[in-house]
């Protein structure tokens, strides 16, 4: 059997995607779902009382008319 040569000079291309890109996004994803769950928790523990639904409509509609009767 003949010895098969290597090219080393010649880099292997791979459909290995880039490892930092993909470590970066899940670093960011992590610090995204950090965020988010600091949110909610501040919410929860906001001691206001809540508000219904029916509520909170009126009131940013009756925002929402004023601004919008407000010129440019």
């Known amino acids: 059997m003949a010895a098969e040569t290597i090219d080393h000079t010649t880099p292997k291309t791979t459909c290995r995607p880039d490892r930092s890109e993909a ?3 899940a670093h960011e994803a992590a610090a995204y779902d950090a965020w988010f769950r600091e949110q909610v928790q501040a919410s929860l ?3 206001r009382p809540s ?3 029916d509520e909170a ?3 940013f ?7 919008r009767q407000q010129p440019e």
């Open 51 to 53: 508000m219904p639904d």
């Open 45 to 47: 523990d906001d001691p």
């Open 23 to 25: 470590l970066k996004r």
């Open 57 to 59: 409509r009126a009131r």
């Open 61 to 67: 509609a009756t925002r929402k008319a004023v601004l």
